[in-house]
């Protein structure tokens, strides 16, 4: 087993009348496991044209209901270009330049084929991403030579 | 505008042959635009006993801007961070994040999550215990 945590600070002295700030840590273990830590990740560097909508971390039976985490990050330094995120058919949110985003994912593949993939959109110049999957298990496709 | 930053650092010693680091900090802005985000719900804890789904925050900003009934706060294109408080235990217990009745994924305990939310029509932000064991939870969304 790997040890990977997943730190995260936030902070502002000015959204409320009081300064708000909170930190935490999470090691990143596998689903049904006291602590024992994901030992597989994929990182990738990417530039998502405009105009399609594309398949970044496709579900698959290797991956399905356990702990996945998804940290997704938009390099781009313009504030206005941005990537839609979608889960199921759905934008769960925007990653405008410099934004980020970490989430658990249980590739849930309960619903209908595709729905737990998920997806990106690159609006208004291509967008490069950077993203990483810390995952259980990886569907291999044999050679088709072998 | 507000000043309000998030960072991440992703660390491990051993899950590749080198050390593994990757931090990033990004500061909560309006849309497509360099102008800070001034609004927040403040940070709230929920507590839950039951294995019932929970509208955190109703898409559109129009209802449930609070658990289980709510009352309407306009909320669109948000920041939202989000833990599950509880011990990670024998590890067979999380909370389902959602969106729309669709599993996003688990936070056992401990695990936490920052994400953009752009709600809109059926896009309900929303969590559901997998068992009844008291859960706490901790959440704040920023917006715009």
């Given at each position: 087993m790997a040890t990977t945590t997943a730190s995260f600070t936030l902070s502002s002295s000015d959204i409320l009348s009081q300064a708000i700030s909170l930190s935490t840590t999470a090691t990143?273990?596998?689903?049904?496991?006291?602590?024992?830590?994901?030992?597989?990740?994929?990182?990738?560097?990417?530039?998502?044209?405009?105009?399609?909508?594309?398949?970044?971390?496709?579900?698959?039976d290797a991956l399905k209901d356990n702990s996945n985490y998804v940290y997704i990050i938009n390099k781009n330094t313009a504030a206005a270009d941005y990537v839609t995120i979608s889960i199921n058919e759905e934008v769960i949110g925007s990653l405008y330049g410099g934004d980020w985003m970490f989430i658990p994912w249980s590739c849930d593949l309960s619903a209908a084929a595709n729905d737990s993939t998920i997806e990106i959109q690159a609006f208004t110049a291509p967008n490069t991403i950077e993203y990483a999957l810390f995952h259980v298990g990886e569907t291999l496709v044999t050679s088709a030579d072998s | 505008?507000?000043?309000?930053?998030?960072?991440?650092?992703?660390?491990?010693?051993?899950?590749?042959?080198?050390?593994?680091?990757?931090?990033?900090?990004?500061?909560?802005?309006?849309?497509?635009?360099?102008?800070?985000?001034?609004?927040?719900?403040?940070?709230?804890?929920?507590?839950?006993?039951?294995?019932?789904?929970i509208v955190l925050f109703g898409a559109g900003g129009s209802t449930d801007s609070t658990p289980g009934t709510g009352t309407g706060l306009a909320i669109n294109k948000g920041r939202f961070y989000i833990k599950n408080l509880n011990d990670r235990g024998d590890g067979t217990k999380f909370v389902k994040l959602m969106m729309d009745d669709f599993e996003i994924g688990r936070l056992?305990?401990?695990?936490?999550?920052?994400?953009p939310w752009d709600g809109g029509s059926g896009s309900d932000l929303e969590v559901k215990p997998s068992s009844t064991t008291d859960t706490t939870l901790e959440y704040i969304m920023f917006y715009e």
């Open positions: 990143l273990y596998k689903g049904g496991t006291t602590a024992t830590g994901l030992e597989q990740m994929n990182y990738h560097r990417a530039i998502i044209p405009t105009g399609t909508s594309f398949d970044l971390i496709e579900e698959s | 505008m507000a000043t309000t930053t998030a960072t991440i650092t992703l660390s491990s010693g051993d899950i590749a042959d080198n050390r593994f680091s990757v931090s990033n900090t990004s500061t909560l802005t309006n849309v497509g635009t360099d102008t800070g985000m001034t609004k927040t719900t403040g940070l709230s804890r929920l507590e839950l006993s039951a294995i019932t789904k056992y305990g401990g695990d936490w999550a920052f994400y």
